[in-house]
């Protein structure tokens, strides 16, 4: 009796032992195995890097709540969660979440923190929900609060290219929730990352004095406006990570140039913002003006880096509209929006860690750009005009009263011409094989060398706007007349960022996850079969395996009882 209970005891005590020991080992070993195909669990070496550095607690306040939310919004809701629990996983210090709907607090708290929202660009969105009695409004805050015992940042996660679908748009938003949570937690814990340069001296930036660039990196990165002609060696720019030359007006000398050109060399990252042509706005009233090819001795570095910029101009049917002075309402002239194709809302993005999911930027009297032959370049286009387009070779027209009469479809022949272009790799210096510029040493002299040149054709992309009322400068990306704000300051992030560090965070935003929608229409038509199915196969398949299991303990003890 005794060795039979020992017997009947000593599988349950393995087992429970078993359990024991794993319990205990779990204390000591901590690991995931993420079995999706599209590694949804796992994260970027470069977040884990971000999670490494946190040394001290961190909350996490997600903004997307509210009541009867669409099943779409609901996965989004659930994805931000489990981003959350992902990041605490790999976290030495905890990082816990919380929902909070910003519609719960009084009233008279209520405008001042939705106004601290937009400041950190968490901005609402109108929701139609379906319900029994109807349709519905409700307003949502898609977008996160991120903080410490110290600070607070926040970022907004829902965000897509225009003309996407609803579903495409948060299949992305979620795509992007680990750049959108550790690119927040990098601002707490690490600001300030890298100094960037804006070049002066040449009257850049002559419209806002850089103010578009201060107000969307200040805090994330030091910028230094620094005039170029008091560099007295290429070394003297080679502590900055990024140089800003954007939108001259001035011609560089000979000198400045060999200077930039050796900061390149030396794996510095270079973006240039040059207009091929000059317009000038304030004269196309009555007969219009013309604009003009410029020369800033910038084409010849571009040109042997592997790229021009054309001494054109872009119109574009997918355009804005400009504020002109349309007559007298009484005693109080009237702006009227004029459509204007020079003002190009470009839409469609290459697949790049820069541009992927980003919104519509606008750019301001653009020109095209060609690409030449550079052994050693890779050159990436990363956004394009519509598929109605045309150019206007230098000098070109520019008149308010040529957008009087609509504009004709058959002349907009062209399409998708590029914007801005990514060069990468190894760069042959300019002055390779040349006389160097007096002054500088040949010993010091670098005939090539491995960075990133970036080229738009529009020297206005990065530049604010002014508010029509008191003349006050605008956020990078607001149109003070439509109201609208583009995505230019998202635009300008994603690239300094992807300059700084391209292995970073911003590479996480590459990451795709494929979208498995069922079949409406199978749906209602095999509803009912696959119902029955799933109710009634369990139970079938149990009543067989409990016949069976029945027939063979049957045949196995009568067979001992004869």
Known sequence: MKNTALHIAKPWLFFLGGILVFVLLAQ?????????????????????????????????????????????????????????????????????????????????????????????????????????????????????????????????????????????????SIENLEFELSNAIRKLISPETASIAMIMGHAEMSSDQGYGLVEA?????????????????????????????????????????????????????????????????????????????????????????????????????????????????????????LPWPFYILAARMQEHAITKGLDVVQYRFASSLDTVKADGVRKTPLMFSSDLTKILPAPARVAFSDMEREPKVEEFGMRNLPLAYLLEGEFTSLYKNRFLPEGFSKADFKESGIGKVVVIGDGDVFQAQTNLEDGTPLALGEDPFSQTTFANKQFLKNLVQYLAEPEGIIASRTRTFQIRPLNKVKIAQEKAFWQVLNVLMPVIILVILGGLIWWIRRNKYSRQLN
């Open 28 to 172: 000591f070993l901590n690991f995931r195995i993420d079995l999706t195909e599209e590694k949804r669990y796992s994260l970027h070496p470069a977040t884990e890097e971000v999670l490494a550095d946190i040394t001290e607690p961190i909350h996490v306040e997600i903004l997307l709540v509210g009541e009867n939310l669409p099943g779409e919004f609901r996965r989004l809701q659930m994805s931000i969660e489990e981003t959350v629990r992902t990041f605490n996983a790999f976290s030495p210090e905890k990082i816990t979440y919380s929902y909070f709907d910003p519609l719960s607090l009084p009233e008279e708290e209520r405008g001042d923190f939705i106004l601290s929202l937009s400041d950190h660009g968490i901005i609402p969105t109108n929701l139609s929900v379906r319900l029994n009695s109807g349709q519905q409004e409700q307003l949502i805050w898609p977008g996160i609060l991120v903080s410490n015992e110290e600070y607070e940042t926040g970022a907004l996660v829902l965000k897509g290219e225009r003309g996407m679908g609803q579903d495409q748009i948060l299949n992305q």
């Open 217 to 337: 990196l200040d805090g994330e990165f030091e910028l230094f406006k620094v005039p170029l002609e008091q560099a007295e060696k290429s070394a003297d720019l080679a502590g900055f990570k990024i140089i800003f030359i954007q939108g001259p007006k001035e011609s560089y000398t000979e000198r400045e140039i060999y200077l930039l050109d050796q900061y390149v060399m030396g794996g510095g990252n270079l973006v240039v913002l040059l207009d091929g042509v000059a317009v000038e706005i304030e004269n196309a009233g009555g007969q219009g003006t013309l604009a003009m090819p410029v020369e800033l001795g910038l084409d010849k570095l571009l040109f042997r880096y592997g790229i021009r910029v054309n001494k054109d101009l872009i119109q574009d049917l997918n355009f804005g509209y400009i504020p002109v002075m349309g007559g007298n309402f009484g005693d109080q002239q009237q702006m009227v929006p």
